[in-house]
C-alpha cells in the first residue's frame, strides 16, 4: 500500500466505524463485518489505481450498500425449523463408501495450505461451531471467515478433482468422426 493510500485509510477509519456501527442497526449486521467488506472493497479499488474522488462520499455510499446486501442476505436465508432429514442407510456398502469418502475429504484437507486444514477441521467438526467461535479460536476475524472459506474450499475442491476421476459415459457408444477426404 502506498503512502497515499495508508494516509487515505487513517483518514476514513472513525467515519467508516460511525457509519458502519450507525448503519449495522438498520441491517442487523455486525458492523466490523460491515467495516471489513467496505475496506475490502476501498482496497480493491486502490489496487487498481482508481482512488476514489470523494473518498468520505464513497464511504457512505460504500457502507450503505453493504448494509443493503446484508438485509437481503438476512431475508432470503432462512434456518431449517428442523434438521432435514437424513437418507435411509441402504446397508454396507452405502456405509463404506460413505467413510471411504469422508476419509478421503479428511485427508485433502489435512493437505491443504497454510490456516485451511484448523478452519476446515472446525468446520467440520461435529460440534457445529458458530462463527464466532470458529474465529475465536483461529485468532481471525469473523469477517474473514467467509472470503478464507471460499478460498480453502476452492483449493479444496480443486485438489479433490485431481484425485476422483471425472465420470465416464456408460453405455452410449461413441461415434466414430469421419475420416478426412
Known sequence: MTADASD?????????????????????????????????????RLDA?????????????????ESRRARRRARHERPYAT?????????PERAALTAERRRTVR???RRLPGRC????????????????????ELGISQGSLGPERSRCLGCLRRMLAAEVAAPQRR???????????
Not at 476446515?120 to 475465536?136: C, F, H, K, N, V
Open 8 to 44: 487515505l485509510v487513517g483518514a476514513l477509519r472513525p467515519l467508516l466505524s460511525a457509519e458502519a456501527a450507525a448503519e449495522a442497526l438498520a441491517s442487523g449486521a455486525d458492523p466490523a463485518d460491515l467495516e471489513q467488506a467496505v475496506w475490502l472493497r476501498l482496497l480493491e
Open 49 to 65: 489505481e482508481d482512488p476514489p474522488p470523494d473518498p468520505a462520499r464513497w464511504l457512505r455510499l460504500a457502507v450503505r450498500g
Open 83 to 91: 434438521e432435514p432429514a437424513a437418507a435411509p442407510d441402504h446397508g
Open 107 to 109: 485427508a485433502a484437507v
Open 117 to 136: 486444514p484448523r478452519l476446515m477441521a472446525a468446520l467440520l467438526s461435529p460440534q457445529d461451531l458458530t462463527y464466532r467461535e470458529i474465529a475465536g
Open 171 to 181: 453405455g452410449k457408444v461413441l461415434r466414430r468422426q469421419p475420416a478426412d477426404r
